[in-house]
């Protein structure tokens, strides 16, 4: 069956940085376009960047534009975010996402596969 496993996640100061990864399996990796979202406690899931199957597009929403930067290495079957100068307002549980067909980027329903997220807080 597929699965998404997130890491990388932890315990950061304000201005710090993390890279989470997200291993995918039991699907043809390069046939999905990969999401990455976040859900602080509260508060509802919201979409932070996403890649296009070969990843020659990116997408963010814009509170980490120019902090966040997402890839993927299709040999691999491995997509990341690389975070820098966190924040307080970052601290949440973040999840990797998969999808096979086009749509929205920014959606939650148009993405078919979740992992279990990976926590990551920002102490002010």
């Known amino acids: 069956q597929v699965q998404l496993v997130e890491s990388g996640g932890g315990l950061v100061q304000a201005g710090g940085s993390l890279r989470l990864s997200c291993a995918a399996s039991g699907l043809t990796f390069s046939n999905y376009a990969m999401g990455w979202f976040r859900q602080a406690p509260g508060k509802e899931r919201e979409f932070v960047a996403a890649?296009?199957?070969?990843?020659?597009?990116?997408y963010y929403t814009d509170s980490v534009k120019g902090r966040f930067t997402i890839s993927r290495d299709n040999a691999k079957n491995t997509v990341s975010l690389r975070m820098n100068s966190l924040k307080p307002e970052d601290t949440a549980v973040y999840y990797c996402?998969?999808?096979?067909?086009?749509?929205?980027?920014?959606?939650?329903?148009?993405?078919?596969?979740w992992g279990q997220g990976t926590q990551v807080t920002v102490s002010s």
């Open positions: 996402a998969a999808r096979y067909y086009s749509g929205s980027w920014y959606s939650v329903n148009e993405y078919d596969y």
């Open positions: 890649i296009s199957w070969g990843g020659s597009r990116t």
